[in-house]
């Protein structure tokens, strides 16, 4: 394994992550329609709650969000334990003596669950403005990249942790130590600017409160803002940090 | 001739406990090379090593003329863990074409290492689905597709049935005849009378490095089993 990067190898493996996504029909059909579904009852949720004069809709707000939470948090546990199952498996052992680099093979990794996270999200956000009437003022493309950008810092994440993880019983767990503290703390639950200034501080630097931002700005404006940009950025570079860091813990030799 | 693979004085430690002990032989090319020993004498640790997966404490491995594990050679190396290392949940066919693509091979060429090991009939089904023979077999196919000039075989026919044991000992020795230099571990040892060259290693030493032919002169006996005993026999004896 070195660490030149080959686009051939690379989309060989994104192909073969596909492929093996394609066999499993349960877990197709789950990342299809389990955000939806689950939209669907926040949707039911706020239905009946009359919303207080001037102020967003509550489903507006929350579900727009949910749109960038969900598949970070879906694409972090599939990727973590499909990592883990490369460790034990001994394939990933195998694949360290072949041409394919470390990269390569992260970077496969995160195009094929990217792909299936556009699916994910052109159906999700196509049911959220339907079926449950979410008002977005911006262009749905821009909640379907987000979305997108969202889950590729999920696999990155998920690829990282998997290294942490000597089973798949530690590799789940690692879920709510990534993704609540990140959800607590992105301005869902309190306006970032009512938090405690420490508070605040740890949140300036996790990447799920970027993602939220974005899709807040895509809500709020008919045009893509600057700030939304920016936080796009972001995300992506965060991703792509964690993707070098788990290159890293990737070690051709073992004892 | 060159040797294939030269080990010299490996050491290799695997938490406190030292599992190869100043290791020293030499895999002749275009041969299928022999690593017996009984199970836990550090065969896999050894192979592992000359493909460059192992931590080694001191001692070195050259492979094709290179150190074990630089970058160049993961072309020109091919290894098959013991246990099968494929994807249960791809079909053998697409498992065999992704590790062709990885070597730079077509479909053709997974299609055709997929015959070679008796599993064209089988290349539509889940790998999951095999019996454990047959999987062991689609991971020796995913090494052959890359054509490498050195196979690395971690008890490749374990589980077997006889036929097919006799046919994969044939098919080696094409590859051999062909100019593939093969190094094969079992741990059974009528197995070793199908080899060019054996190492024979116990407790993580080396016991012996020579020919079938040599090793039955030098311990006087035809049975190579009770050549092993008698070499591990005389180890133990103090001098």
Redesign the interface.
């Known amino acids: 394994m070195t660490t030149a990067l080959s686009p051939r190898l690379t989309s060989a493996t994104a192909g073969r992550v596909l492929r093996q996504l394609r066999h499993d029909h349960r877990t197709v059909a789950m990342l299809l329609v389990l955000p939806s579904a689950l939209l669907g009852l926040l949707y039911l949720l706020w239905a009946d709650v009359p919303t207080p004069r001037g102020q967003p809709d509550t489903f507006d707000r929350i579900g727009l969000t949910m749109l960038g939470v969900f598949p970070f948090v879906v694409m972090f546990l599939v990727t973590s334990i499909a990592m883990l199952r490369e460790r034990t498996s001994g394939t990933l052992e195998r694949l360290l003596t072949t041409p394919l680099s470390r990269l390569d093979l992260l970077l496969g990794y995160g195009t094929a669950f990217g792909l299936a996270a556009a699916l994910q999200a052109v159906v999700t956000v196509t049911i959220a403005t339907t079926a449950y009437d979410l008002d977005v003022a911006g262009p749905l493309a821009l909640v379907v990249l987000i979305a997108v950008v969202d889950a590729v810092l999920g696999v990155a994440l998920g690829l990282l942790a998997s290294a942490f993880a000597r089973s798949e019983f530690q590799a789940v767990q690692f879920m709510p130590v990534v993704v609540l503290p990140q959800f607590f703390l992105c301005g869902l639950l309190v306006p970032r600017d009512q938090l405690a200034g420490w508070l605040q501080a740890v949140a300036d630097v996790l990447p799920l409160t970027y993602a939220v931002e974005a899709l807040q700005e895509v809500g709020a404006s008919p045009e893509a803002t600057g700030t939304m940009w920016v936080d796009v950025g972001v995300v992506a570079g965060a991703a792509l940090l964690a993707l070098g860091l788990a290159a890293a813990t990737l070690r051709r030799r073992t004892s | 001739m060159t040797a294939a693979v030269t080990v010299s004085d490996l050491v290799v ?3 406190a406990r030292r599992v190869l002990h100043e290791v020293s032989c030499s895999v002749p090319p275009g041969r299928v090379t022999g690593l017996l020993g009984p199970s836990g004498s550090g065969k896999s640790t050894l192979l592992r090593a000359v ?6 404490h001191s001692g070195t491995v050259t492979v094709l003329g290179r150190p074990a ?1 630089a ?1 160049e050679l ?2 020109r ?3 098959v ?1 013991q ?9 053998v066919r ?1 498992n065999a074409r ?2 062709a ?4 091979r077509d479909a053709a060429a997974a299609d055709a290492a997929l015959a070679d090991v008796g599993l064209g009939a089988a290349a539509g089904q ?1 790998v999951g689905a095999l019996s454990g023979g047959q999987r062991g077999r689609a991971s020796l196919a ?1 090494a052959l597709v ?1 054509r490498p000039e050195l196979l690395v075989l971690d008890e490749p026919t374990v589980g077997l049935d006889p036929l097919l044991r006799v046919e994969l000992w044939a098919h080696f020795h094409a590859l051999a005849a062909a100019g593939t230099t093969l190094v094969v571990s079992s741990h059974v040892m009528d197995e070793a009378g199908r080899c060019d060259q054996l190492l024979l290693l116990r407790d993580g030493r080396l016991l012996s490095d020579s020919t079938p032919a040599q090793l039955r002169a030098r311990t006087g006996t035809d049975d190579l089993e009770e050549a092993f005993l008698s070499l591990v026999r005389a180890e133990q004896v103090p001098a």
Do not use: I, N
């Not at chain 2, 493909?51 to 080694?56: A, H, L, P, S, T």
């Not at chain 2, 693509?101 to 730079?104: E, F, M």
């Open positions: 430690h695997r938490g493909v460059g997966v192992q931590r080694v594990g970058a993961r072309a190396v091919g290894y863990t246990s099968p290392s494929v994807y249960p949940d791809l079909t697409e992704y590790f693509a990885l070597a730079g889940l995913c890359a």
